[in-house]
Every structure is written in C-alpha cells, then in structure tokens.
C-alpha cells in the first residue's frame, strides 16, 4: 500500500465513520473504483483509531465528566444518580452487544460479508428504515433524559453495523431517532458509543498487524489456507506498512474532527434525509457496475 492509498483511505474513513453513509463500504467502494487491493477489514480497524481519537478530542470535556460521575457513583452506591454517570453506564452497557457480536462472527465480517454486493444491499435496506424513522420520530428528548434501557436498545442497533454497508453511524442514530431523540443528541451519543468498540477494535487489529509483520511465514501460510477454504480470497487484500498505518490514521483524525463538527452543525436544523438519498443512490449504482462487471463483488 503507498501513502498517497494511505492518506486518500484516511480522509474517506475520517469522512464517512460519523456520517450515515457506512464508511466499511467506503473504504471498501474506493478502492475497487480506484483499481485498488481491498485494504481488509484489519486495516479499516486500525485506522478508525484515528477517528477515536478525533471523539476523544473533540469531547474531551464531556468524557471527563462522565468518568469522574461514574466512579463517584460507585462510591456513593447510586450508579444511575445523576446525568453523566448514567450516560457513562449507558455507554459502557451499549457496547455489549456489538462485543458480543463482533466475536461470533468475526471471520464472516472481516470476508464474506464484505462482498459489494452485501454492502449494496445494506446501503439501501438502512436507508429506508432510517427514512421511516425520521418521518414518525418524536424528535424531542434530549441527551439529558436518556436510560439505561435506551443505552442497551441503541447498543443493539450498533451491532447491526457490524454488516458492512449498514453503517455504525447511521445504525445508531437510527436507533437513537427511533426512541424519539432529538437528532444533535442523537448524534452525540452515537459518537460517545463509539469509543470503547472502535477502540477495542483498532487496537486488537494493531497488535495482530504488528505481529504479522514479524512472522510473515506464518501468516501467508494462514491466508492460503483461508483462501484455500472457499472463503473470500484473503490474498488479495492489501499487506499495509507501519508509516502506511500511521498516515491513514492521522489523516482520518483530522478528516473524522471535521465531520463531527460539520454533522452536529447540520443536525441542529436539518434532517438526515440527504443522507437517506445519498445511500440509495450509492446502492443502486454500485448494483448496476456490479451486474455490468465493471466491480468485482
């Protein structure tokens, strides 16, 4: 992988992980467009550690309340007393299903399921839940009056994103919408319940990438037998460097600071609707080059 691959997938995740628009299909989109290898899902994973990184930032305030309320109330014996402690716990409790999840079918997510053809289909299908929500959706509650029942209900919307083309994003704020949230607050808890996962994710992909790259043997001799299997042909992913793995990630924290603040902006008196076009669009496009043979799936 060069650096100019890296850098151009960095700005496509720091774009798309807060958008509604899915940014596993993008990164996986771009470079079959481009005449890219498919970077792999391990990769995605590490560089949506940039993006964390953009949350943790860009939320810092926020963050330290929510752990000092959380421990203190532990100490007090009254974990759900006050606002930030319970949005702490809702975060921490919202992560559980796509833990959960992410475990049982890591080996489908990271090749069946991330055919083009799956992606399409997730494109479309999400874009018109999320358009049914935005049309019957209260809009009214604030980040404020979240439960930990609602932490859980939108913890396992996220899981749903662990099908590529869904969108962890988009899934969320679906989930949140559909609970009757305002949608800047919906979206500011979908980034806050984005932290603990995709950092878990990133950082368990880093160390297998770093460790692959010191038993290189080992590891083609792995995915010529995952090739071998009838599986998705893992050989033709892309094998990143380490610089390539730090440009990705730099640039998708910078790209990922600007999203947040573009999309928060926008929800203040927008609705997600371009969004729900665009991914239609996006999907029924990448159907036709699909059936036309211009993509391979």
């Known amino acids: 992988m060069s650096l100019l691959e890296a850098a151009v997938l960095g700005v496509v995740q720091g774009l798309t992980e807060f958008l ?7 990164l996986r989109i771009v470079p079959a ?7 792999g899902a391990a990769y995605s994973a590490v560089i949506q550690l940039g993006t964390v990184a953009a949350v943790l930032v860009y939320f810092a305030k926020d963050i330290g309340k929510l752990w000092l309320a959380f421990f203190a109330g ?23 299903p796509i833990g959960v999840c992410g475990l049982a079918f890591k080996k489908s997510i990271e090749t069946s399921f991330r ?19 935005e049309k019957v959706a209260a809009h009214q509650r604030r980040i404020e009056d979240i439960t930990v029942k609602d932490g859980l209900i939108i913890g396992m919307w996220q899981a749903v994103a662990l099908i590529p ?16 949230f305002k949608r800047e607050d919906a979206a500011r808890f979908s980034f806050l319940l984005s932290i603990p996962a995709t950092t878990l994710a990133g950082v368990s992909e880093l160390y297998g990438l ?38 990705g990630t730099v640039v998708s924290f910078v790209a990922g600071w600007l999203a947040i603040a573009g999309l928060l902006r926008l929800l203040r008196t927008r609705s997600t609707m371009p969004f729900v076009i665009y991914r239609l669009v996006l999907g029924a496009l990448l159907l036709v080059l699909l059936q036309r043979g211009v993509l391979q799936p």
């Open 20 to 26: 509604p628009i899915s940014s596993t299909a993008h």
């Open 33 to 39: 467009l481009l005449g890219w290898k498919d970077p």
């Open 74 to 96: 532990l100490k007090a014996r009254a974990p759900f007393a006050t606002v930030e402690s319970r949005l702490a716990w809702c975060v921490g409790l919202g992560t559980l």
């Open 115 to 133: 055919s083009l053809y799956v992606m399409a289909i997730s494109l479309m299908v999400l874009a018109v839940i999320l358009a049914v929500v």
């Open 165 to 180: 083309g869904s969108s962890r994003s988009g899934t969320t704020l679906t989930g949140a919408l559909s609970l009757g």
């Open 210 to 247: 770093l460790k692959a790259q010191k038993h290189p043997a080992q590891v083609e001799q792995a995915l010529t037998a995952v090739a071998e299997s009838g599986v998705k042909d893992a050989l033709g992913y892309s094998h990143p460097s380490t610089l390539a793995l730090i440009v």
